[in-house]
Nanobody, 128 residues
């Protein structure tokens, strides 16, 4: 019974900050790479960031590098996404996922369509 529950989304003005949380249960936390993905209306889901279960390395897509920071608290089975200097283009529903296919490139699914475990998502809205 894998469960991922996101929280921390909301409305923020451009330049502001927000911290998202992903609380995990139902699996051994450090067995899976865990990442953040987002989807804006009318657009495909895109990767944001991923943290490796193997070595703790973190990965970011270029559009958020330097602004977002992913981290984990193993004692709490929780992954965080600290988002600073937010832009209107960051507006999306943010999802966390466990068992990410390619953490280094923040790719959720394999070519065969193998899906990770997904949370329900949390809305982030950045006003201009």
């Amino acid at each position: 019974e894998v469960q991922l529950v996101e929280s921390g989304g909301g409305l923020v003005q451009a330049g502001g900050s927000l911290r998202l949380s992903c609380a995990a249960s139902g699996f051994t936390f450090d067995d899976y790479d865990i990442g953040w993905f987002r989807q804006a209306p009318g657009k495909e889901r895109e990767g944001v960031s991923c943290i490796s279960s193997n070595d703790g390395n973190t990965y970011y897509v270029d559009s958020v590098k330097g602004r977002f920071t992913i981290s984990s608290d193993n004692a709490k089975n929780t992954v965080y996404l600290q988002m600073n200097s937010l832009k209107p283009d960051d507006t999306a529903v943010y999802y966390c996922a466990a068992r990410v296919y390619l953490c280094e490139n923040v790719v959720a699914t394999s070519a065969q369509g193998l899906e990770p475990y997904w949370g329900q998502g949390t809305q982030v809205t950045v006003s201009s």
